[in-house]
């Protein structure tokens, strides 16, 4: 079975700042998918950024950047210049590439809950 | 932009009782998830659906859930006898492509188990 991890139950970052939060992941599968969500104080979960196992080169996303390293499976997500907007739980989330009996469910990890300070 | 839309936002019940709980995806997505968040874990999955029934679903998901897409928009997760321990966070998402796309995800139901 597929699972996330993400060790860092918090992080905190002064505005403007760049910030770094680590994922990693355990798989025997060659082809998936890997997202983060952010989930503000009102709960809702937005994607911020995905990554398909399959493309050698880092996502991006405006501010948002991954340092994605398949071999060691791991799925950091970078946010540079930081804003109090950005604080929230962040979730790694992972994806089979769905084929066969997989219809695509999200595995996620504990999350990371990130402060921003002014 | 469309998006995935759930009611209520808030729903209160006694133990026991039956719930229903509301989905509408986007429009032109054809698989169905729900997840459920316990306040302060982790979201975990519990039942995805696609073409009329269900593909595949969690160990959470028992005889106690069930779902349906009643009239070709709605998705609606039913708990049948609600314990305490369903107070949580219900999230439905949709996903248009099998192999590819990312799921969207509804702003959630939060139920509370009295």
């Known amino acids: 079975a597929q699972t996330v991890t993400q060790s860092q139950p918090e992080m905190s970052v002064q505005e403007a700042e760049t910030v770094t939060l680590s994922c990693t992941y355990d798989?025997?599968?060659?082809?998936?998918?890997l997202f983060w969500y952010k989930q503000p104080p009102s709960r809702q979960m937005i994607l911020v950024i995905r990554?398909?196992?399959?493309?050698?080169q880092n996502a991006t996303e405006n501010r948002f950047s991954v340092n994605f390293q398949k071999a060691a499976k791991s799925f950091s997500l970078k946010i540079s210049d930081s804003q109090l907007g950005d604080a929230a739980m962040y979730f790694c989330?992972?994806?089979?590439?769905?084929?066969?009996?997989?219809?695509?469910?999200?595995?996620f990890g504990q999350g990371t809950i990130l402060t921003v300070h002014p | 932009e469309p998006e995935v839309t759930q009611t209520p936002s808030h729903q209160v019940t006694q133990m026991g009782q039956e719930v229903i709980l509301r989905c509408v995806p986007i429009?032109?997505?054809?698989?169905f998830y729900w997840y459920r968040q316990i306040l302060g874990q982790k979201v975990e999955f519990l039942v995805s659906f696609y073409n009329n029934e269900i593909s595949e679903k969690s160990e959470i998901f028992d005889d106690q859930f069930s779902v349906e897409r009643p009239d070709g928009s709605n998705f609606t997760l039913k708990i049948r006898s609600t314990k305490l321990e369903d107070s949580a966070m219900y999230f439905c998402?949709?996903?248009?492509?099998?192999?590819?796309?990312?799921?969207?995800f509804g702003p959630g139901t939060r139920l509370t188990v009295l």
């Open positions: 990554q398909e196992a399959y493309k050698q």
């Open positions: 798989t025997s599968e060659s082809d998936y998918y």
């Open positions: 429009s032109n997505h054809l698989y």
């Open positions: 998402a949709s996903r248009r492509d099998r192999s590819r796309g990312t799921q969207y």
């Open positions: 989330a992972y994806r089979r590439n769905a084929g066969g009996t997989s219809y695509g469910k999200l595995t």
